[in-house]
DNA sequence: CTACACCGC
DNA sequence: GGGCGGTGTAG
């Protein structure tokens, strides 16, 4: 090729993206058009859990039943014209040869074991379901998908990479008994920057505008099992993949490994979707049910949103939805395209018309919240007849405490000390009802505690009269100490990554100042820390907290011991081995070589760390500063609820 | 704190 | 559609 050759188009071409978006993916930034979040649904999962424990074969038509009705159906039943809506009996017509196997139950009198037993032996009026064989199964289910995400995390990483993944979570969300959404970021970016060396250049910080090269490749092999959402229509496949396909496909193998590890240690099989968010990842799991994965590019996501009812997007299938759909007469994404921004906001409030307004186009910024601890426990049953008497609740409040003490026990509440706190009751007449009251701190929590904190609330409903007849009895613990609650005041201390992000470095992040909050200089201690930790690394759970530590970011620390190691820490560590050629600055204030990948956050830490000493200063001089206007985007179509209201005293940090 | 909305099997 | 069980928010 001679020199007067004009470069080829596709050698001039360059990616869509930046070394910024490609940097943000390793904090699980939500702002960044590169985000992998996956969501992983469990086929049938009673009915699966079920097979597994009876050895049912795959083909074998199967339905778990709950008092004559089926809650379960597994695919192999599923052409039989079985659904969840017909009957046990029903269902036996239509497949004479179905597994029918009825949920295991509680007996009175057998205090917290529960048990399989035939049908002969079953009676509504004495037995409540238990749930827990499924609740078993699902923690088993989650802690081989950890360990297999570990695992990546281990092969994938290595030098720099491997000490910067430690620090950051699992990024994987428990979202009911049987699903999880994991945000994959951090992952994905690992392996891409391992696979693909020319991502490692134009670290610098200087350089974090310039776009990325180009893929190093025309044509991508996507895995013969992947399901692919078609692309938009102005789109081609004859393209060259951008970098958010070479996402994709990173994502979709380690989604596939997390599901094969499932299969191959438990027997489950699951369903994934994968995508830019958690709506576009949810919608992507139920596309290709039992056993398949689907992926939903960047370049897909608006025919794939087009071709849906508003109403089956997360958030949008009640209420909301219904209300919706009479303002704009119609439920088709599609159609609701047309709408205004303002058009949303004369029938809607602000938030929610924002939210919609993106959420239609495939926007949601949503975070993985890195939590697979439960928030709450319930017991309950209906009662057909109603009951009349104190005599019979008190029989089911006995039940109750002994199903709730059980699952306590089993999620290593006496270990761990993560223990609840408040107790309720709910009851039914005509409309329900609910009280509740707090558990006490200094005696133990056993089956017979909970019975009588029960047996108080239950005599409150009688005080009031209107307590019968009575036709549903729930208890419930929650509030659990070492949980969310601890942190969500932590939370509300800060503002999130990508708020202070977008606000200039001479303005100054800071909630409302609160009287009570000028605590004493120890308690204030723990505070700062905390705070600052998830100012940079955006988790919210305790568990976090307790695994990362405390540390100068951009320097992975070996030893969790010293804690609050702060720029002056005495032992410097070993400059890193660099097998990754990543060019490293000196920072002047702590003595440290400290990788580019996390300047900027080191020079943000440095930024915290100083406004956490002009906050000490106003608080000795109790000068309230206003607060600086940020912008953000609502989560969710309520808004920004809790955030930046007053916690309860006893439920923070700075209890007594 | 209480009630309610929304989600899952 | 109802029973059971979970999460989150508004006031």
């Not at 778990?64 to 009996?89: C, D, E, F, H, K």
Request: glycine share 6%; proline share 6%.
């Amino acid at each position: 090729m001679s020199s007067a050759d004009p470069p080829s188009p596709e050698a001039v071409k360059t990616s869509r993206y930046t070394h910024r978006h490609l940097h943000l993916l390793r904090q699980g930034s939500t702002a960044t058009p590169l985000r992998t979040i996956a969501h992983i649904d469990l086929d049938a999962f009673y009915a699966q859990c079920e097979m597994v424990r009876l050895g049912t074969p795959r083909d074998t038509p199967l339905a778990v039943v709950q008092w004559g009705s089926l809650i379960a159906v597994n695919y192999a039943a599923r052409p039989s014209g079985i659904t969840r809506m017909v009957s046990a009996s029903e269902a036996r017509s239509l497949c004479p040869n179905i597994v029918l196997q009825h949920v295991a139950t509680f007996r009175e009198g057998e205090g917290g074991r529960w048990a399989y037993r035939d049908g002969s032996a079953r009676d509504v009026k004495t037995e409540k379901v238990s749930l827990d064989p499924y609740r078993a199964e699902s923690r088993k289910i989650l802690r081989t998908m950890e360990s297999e995400l570990q695992r990546w995390r281990t092969d994938e990483s290595e030098g720099d990479l491997y000490r910067l993944t430690q620090g950051l979570s699992a990024g994987l969300e428990k979202a009911s008994i049987d699903e999880v959404f994991i945000d994959l970021s951090p992952l994905v970016y690992c392996v891409l920057l391992r696979r693909y060396p020319e991502l490692r250049v134009n670290a610098l910080v200087e350089k974090r505008d310039e776009a990325l090269p180009p893929p190093p490749t025309t044509a991508l092999e996507w895995h013969p099992e992947e399901c692919l959402i078609d692309l938009d229509t102005q789109e081609s496949e004859e393209d060259n993949p951008d970098w958010d396909d070479l996402v994709m496909l990173t994502a979709g193998e380690i989604v596939r490994s997390v599901r094969k590890a499932v299969w191959d240690n438990l027997q489950y099989t699951c369903s994934a979707g994968i995508g830019r968010n958690k709506m576009i990842a949810k919608l992507g799991s139920a596309c290709n049910k039992p056993n398949k994965q689907t992926l939903v590019r960047n370049r897909a996501v608006r025919s794939f949103l087009s071709s849906y009812k508003f109403t089956q997007i997360r958030m949008l299938g009640g209420k909301l939805g219904d209300q919706i759909k009479s303002y704009f007469g119609t439920d088709q994404v599609s159609d609701l395209l047309n709408v205004s921004l303002e058009q949303f906001r004369a029938k809607l409030d602000d938030h929610t018309a924002t939210w919609l307004y993106g959420i239609i186009r495939g926007e949601d910024r949503s975070e993985v919240n890195p939590r697979t601890e439960i928030k709450s426990m319930l017991s309950a049953k209906s009662f057909r007849p109603s009951i009349n008497s104190v005599e019979q609740a008190e029989k089911w409040l006995r039940i109750f405490a002994a199903d709730i003490y059980g699952r306590l026990v089993q999620d290593g509440i006496l270990e761990t000390r993560r223990l609840p706190r408040v107790i309720t009751l709910y009851h039914r007449v005509t409309v329900m009802r609910s009280r509740q009251l707090p558990i006490p701190g200094s005696s133990s929590i056993d089956e017979d505690t909970i019975f009588s904190l029960a047996q108080q609330l239950l005599q409150q409903v009688v005080a009031d009269g209107q307590a019968w007849p009575c036709s549903n009895l729930s208890l419930s613990v929650s509030s659990f100490h070492d949980g969310i609650t601890k942190n969500k005041a932590i939370e509300d201390f800060l503002v999130r990554g990508d708020q202070a992000k977008s606000l200039s470095h001479s303005s100054r992040p800071r909630e409302p100042d609160s009287p009570d909050e000028q605590a004493s200089g120890q308690k204030k201690q723990r505070v700062d820390n905390g705070g600052i930790k998830r100012f940079f690394n955006q988790q919210t759970s305790s568990e976090h907290m307790a695994v990362a530590g405390e540390g100068i970011p951009g320097q992975i620390e070996s030893d969790p011991g010293h804690a609050d190691s702060g720029p002056a820490l005495p032992n410097t560590p070993e400059p890193p081995q660099d097998s990754l050629e990543i060019p490293h600055f000196f920072c002047e204030r702590c003595s440290q070589s400290i990788s580019e990948i996390e300047r900027e956050e080191h020079d943000d830490w440095h930024f915290a760390k100083d406004l956490q000493m002009q906050d000490r200063q106003e608080a000795r001089s109790s000068q309230p500063l206003p607060r600086p206007a940020a912008s953000s985007k609502p989560s969710n179509p309520r808004g920004r609820g809790g955030r930046g209201r007053r916690r309860k005293a006893k439920c923070g940090w700075h209890s007594s």
